[in-house]
């Protein structure tokens, strides 16, 4: 979970860049915990409200045993950081941090 800031450096920019956010959040995982009502400041009817609403914004990969232990594992687990780098740019791009 962000901190205050961060978080809401974070929603400004959901807002201000819904199109960018909709490419960047295809490796976010879902299922966590979010407000039940926008945050202040932020109108309720925005397209992108449920993702402004979020309290943290991860990514995680599935792999099994065999992919954990395989000669290729290195690539694979590469191949998932590739998958979330376009989340994890968003992310530091909301808050200033270099990419």
């Known amino acids: 979970m ?19 956010w909709k490419k960047a959040r295809q490796g976010l995982d879902h299922g966590e915990a979010s407000l039940k009502r926008p945050p202040r400041g932020f109108d309720a009817t925005h397209p992108m409200i449920e ?17 954990v232990l395989g000669a290729d ?7 998932g950081c590739r998958g979330i780098s376009p989340l ?6 909301s808050v200033g941090v270099p990419w």
């Open 73 to 79: 594992f290195m690539d694979t687990f590469i191949d």
């Open 88 to 93: 994890m740019r968003f992310l530091a791009e």
């Open 2 to 20: 962000p901190e205050a800031k961060a978080l809401q450096m974070i929603r400004e920019h959901i807002a201000d860049k819904p199109e960018a």
């Open 51 to 67: 993702d402004i609403k979020r309290k943290s914004f991860t990514s995680s990969m599935k792999l099994t045993q065999k992919q």
